[in-house]
């Protein structure tokens, strides 16, 4: 009778596994043309601005909170059963941030400074 043993792998193995190839598995996976971590780090920033009052019209600024809401409208448009063959994702992009703005369930901030931003550019 033959025993067998189970063989865990050791954490460096794991690691070396995991570092390049997971990690650019990560990269790959996107959010519009915005790679996942960061997607992730810009909504973490944008969320902090917002929080502690910050949010200006600077062109660094505005484009990180159009890229975010425009692509992740898309992407929730493109992710719908049946519009997706329609053209949700650019229906989205277009019209849901519209609708958000005026149903006033963006932060006053960001609504402020979004409207001075494509006023004066």
């Not at 690691?15 to 790959?28: E, L, N, S, T």
């Not at 601005?49 to 949010?55: L, P």
């Not at 409208?73 to 229906?91: H, Q, Y």
């Amino acid at each position: 009778m033959q025993q067998s043993a189970s063989v865990s792998a050791s954490p460096e193995v794991l690691h070396a596994r995991w570092w390049p190839q997971g990690w650019w598995k990560i990269v790959d996976m996107r959010i519009g043309i915005v790679p996942i971590p960061v997607y992730v780090i810009l909504v973490t920033l944008l969320v902090g601005f917002t929080y502690t009052g910050d949010i200006k019209g600077e062109i660094s600024i505005m484009v990180a909170v159009l890229v975010i809401g425009g692509f992740t409208c898309a992407e929730i448009g493109k992710r719908t059963p049946v519009l997706r063959n329609i053209g949700a994702a650019a229906i989205f992009a277009t019209f849901v941030p519209s609708a958000l703005a005026y149903y006033k369930l963006l932060p006053p901030q960001i609504e402020k400074s979004v409207i001075e931003f494509t006023k004066y550019t």
